[in-house]
């Protein structure tokens, strides 16, 4: 099992990974949730929370955005890591909280950002409905999730038998961990949690193609395969093979 500095060194690798394709599944999804975030932030002062704010790279963005920003996990090592960031940016705090039983106060936050979460999560149902408890009315949640039938999360099934991760780990040259994916969703499955935590659904999207062998060792030429067919199938049925799928929610 990694430890929690493992965790957050990795989270840091992934955007400047030597792998072109590792580092456009993580940079792509990390662009599309900035633009949400700017899409919804409000023009009057208002309140943000991260769940589970990891390698905390959406906690500047999100400061800049807002006039309170709190960032809360169950973790208390994630939050030592946020900690630093608290003396240039004063309007962070930081909170040991369980968003499954959360000690926040209800309606107090006019957006939450949950990325790359729930899927930690055994009773995400549970989870999402913290959220909307915080949120007030109208208040918005920028989600997003790995898509339970994408090839990356198939493939990862296998790279993490034992004997294998030692291989996989050569062929990368840099850290590669147990993922703790417990919930893999379909977008039916999100979407219906979603609606039944009460929320309305406002925007949704995917992104991340994912081929293995191909990704690991055909360099740029793999990746731009990989894009040409990502916007190939966004959009289709076939879209639940992409990596990473995307919700703007409003609370109902």
Known sequence: MA?????VALQETLYRSRNPTRRWLHCSRRDWIIEALRRHAQAH????????????????VLARLFAD??????????????????HSLPNLQLALDNICDSALPPASFDLILCTEVVEHIADSALALRGMRRLLRPGGVLVLSTPQRYSPLEQAARVAFLPGVIALVRRIYRE???ETGHINLM????????????????CEQHQSGMYLPLLAEFGGELALRFEQWLE?????????????????????A
């Open 3 to 7: 430890s929690d500095s493992e965790l």
């Open 45 to 60: 002062p208002a309140r943000a929370l991260e769940v589970g704010p990891g390698s905390c790279i959406y906690l500047p």
């Open 69 to 86: 920003v709190v960032a809360s996990d169950v973790e208390a090592a994630f939050l030592k890591h946020a900690a630093p960031l608290r």
């Open 175 to 177: 850290p590669v961990l």
């Open 186 to 201: 379909t977008a039916r499955t999100v979407q219906r949690q979603l609606r039944e935590a009460g929320f309305a659904l």
């Open 231 to 251: 916007r190939k199938l966004r959009g289709t049925a076939g879209a639940g093979l992409l990596w990473t799928q995307y919700y703007v929610a409003r609370a």
